[in-house]
């Protein structure tokens, strides 16, 4: 598995569900996870898919995945990334100056089966997210979020992230942009 930092070879556990730094090995798990979940959203606008080269891209460059398990079954998954200096960089919109930009980390996206919802997964996972980018230098946070996606915006404010901005992203879906200074 791909580790970053110390103390991730630890296997962590939340409500019953053992968390795990995830790897290349399970992306086709993240992936087929992804398709499955998002094939029962009522709105496929809710959630901007990925490819699963997406996970490949950020294993090998500047983020992490987590993942929780019950018996060993990949139930959820977690993207923490940093953008650097790249125009996806969204902390140029809420005003963190250029120098500072590649310390800026982003909750990216987090895919719960529901068989494990209700068992504060999310905002598990936004903590895990918040304490690695500190732990790896980051200075900021943010997050993009559709506008009626109830559930992650009340994690996202439970984690202090406070709304920036609304403008259409990701082929021109509305989403906000949540963001903090840590």
Known sequence: MHRIGPNLDMEHWHQGLAIRQLGHTE??????LMQDVLSRLPDAVLFAADEASYFGDVIR?????????????LLAYTVLVCPGRAESNLGRE?????DELPRVWTLDSTIVH????GRGLQRYFNQLREDRARALGGLYLYSTVHPDNE????NLKAAKLELQFTRPMYGGLP????AKKL
């Open 27 to 32: 992306i086709p798990q993240m992936y087929e």
């Open 61 to 73: 460059q500047r983020g992490e995945i987590y993942g929780a398990y019950e018996q060993e079954k």
């Open 94 to 98: 809420f005003g963190v100056p250029e």
């Open 114 to 117: 529901e068989s494990v919802r």
């Open 151 to 154: 559930a992650s915006i009340r």
């Open 175 to 178: 989403r906000h942009c949540f």
